[in-house]
């Protein structure tokens, strides 16, 4: 099973700064399969970033992605207080076919 | 626009089941598989499975087989998940999700609002 780790657990940053959160996994997957997501709370996750790097519609250029093999990054420019909420990494591949991350929480 | 939209919350007694639909409009039901996820209050999320839309095959998380099941009726774009032997560790929120491929990168988009399942005695 293919684990993925994300840290922090918790990260604490103000308006305007910049986030970087991290996702590890446990063994080489492929970038096309790693996906990022924000979940607001009360809300269903909604898709963010797709193939490690493509940012999903709608999404601003202040989130990006990056990273290949067993790590891979999400970096929130210029942080609004809306970005103050939980975001999840998740990949398909392997068995089981789908896992996710633990999640980070962003708060201000 | 694409739309999964989902069944209303539930309780139900421990050893019950439960079952949810996930109705979808906006897209060609047959094009895409529909995953099914849940989330414990305060808790991350778990994948349980998911339904072929086209075949009706289906591939579940190893600590729900033989306890979900995942079904579709094509002729009404719905897809439904049915959780038994319910226990109070059941008690989550259940989203339903499609996947999206573009080339060879796949990402669940959207998800249904969710549905609360409670399960208290």
């Known amino acids: 099973e293919i684990v993925l780790t994300q840290s922090p657990g918790t990260l604490s940053l103000s308006p305007g700064e910049t986030a970087t959160l991290s996702c590890r996994a446990s063994q080489n997957i492929r970038a096309s399969d790693l996906v990022w997501y924000q979940q607001t709370p009360g809300q269903a996750p909604r898709v963010l970033i797709y193939g490690a790097s493509s940012r999903a519609t709608g999404i601003p250029d202040r989130f990006s992605g990056s990273g290949s093999g067993t790590d891979f990054t999400l970096t929130i420019s210029r942080l609004e207080p809306e970005d103050f909420v939980v975001y999840y990494c998740q990949q398909f591949g392997g068995s089981p076919p789908v896992t996710f991350g633990q999640g980070t929480r962003l708060e201000s | 626009q694409v739309q999964l939209v989902q069944s209303g919350a539930e309780v139900k007694k421990p050893g019950a089941s439960v079952k949810v639909s996930c109705k979808t409009s906006g897209y060609t039901f047959t094009d895409s598989n529909i995953y099914w996820v849940r989330q414990a209050t305060g808790q991350g999320l778990e994948w349980m499975g998911w339904?072929?839309?086209?075949?009706?095959?289906?591939a579940y998380a190893p600590r729900f087989q033989g306890r979900v099941t995942m079904t579709r009726n094509s002729s009404i774009s719905t897809a439904y998940m049915e959780l038994s032997s319910l226990t109070s560790e059941d008690t989550a929120v259940y989203y339903c999700?499609?996947?999206?491929?573009?080339?060879?990168?796949?990402?669940?988009?959207?998800w249904g609002q969710g549905t609360l399942v409670t399960v208290s005695s």
């Open positions: 339904v072929n839309p086209n075949s009706g095959n289906t």
């Open positions: 999700t499609r996947d999206v491929m573009a080339l060879t990168r796949r990402w669940f988009d959207p």
